[in-house]
Nanobody, 124 residues
Framework: QVQLVESGGGLVQAGDSLRLSCAASGRTFSSYSLGWFRQAPGKEREFVATINRDGSHTYYTDSVKGRFTISRDNAKNTMYLQMNSLKPEDTAVYSC?????????????????WGQGTQVTVSS
């Protein structure tokens, strides 16, 4: 079992940067692969990025490649999403997720544990 809490969201202008954090409870954080998802108003939740247990493999949705970077610090039980060159279409509630496997997934249903989410709003 792992509990996840996101932080770092806020209101920024287009072109700005934000870093989201996902803090996890428990002693087995390094046993989980992790993911970031987002849900914009009126839209379905969508995959953003995923990272494997030791941070050596990452994968991104095409719309954020080159702008977002997912990382993790297993010593601090924390995952991060560095978001640069933000666009208004990045506005959404961002949630972190965890699954007890070696590698992550882009599919929502593959994740058993979810945080409550943090709002990111990008103004034009």
């Amino acid at each position: 079992q792992v509990q996840l809490v996101e932080s770092g969201g806020g209101l920024v202008q287009a072109g700005d940067s934000l870093r989201l954090s996902c803090a996890a409870s428990g002693r087995t954080f390094s046993s989980y692969s992790l993911g970031w998802f987002r849900q914009a108003p009126g839209k379905e939740r969508e995959f953003v990025a995923t990272i494997n247990r030791d941070g050596s493999h990452t994968y991104y949705t095409d719309s954020v490649k080159g702008r977002f970077t997912i990382s993790r610090d297993n010593a601090k039980n924390t995952m991060y999403l560095q978001m640069n060159s933000l666009k208004p279409e990045d506005t959404a509630v961002y949630s972190c997720s965890a699954r007890a496997t070696a590698f992550g997934s882009s599919r929502i249903n593959d994740y058993a544990f979810w945080g409550q989410g943090t709002q990111v709003t990008v103004s034009s």
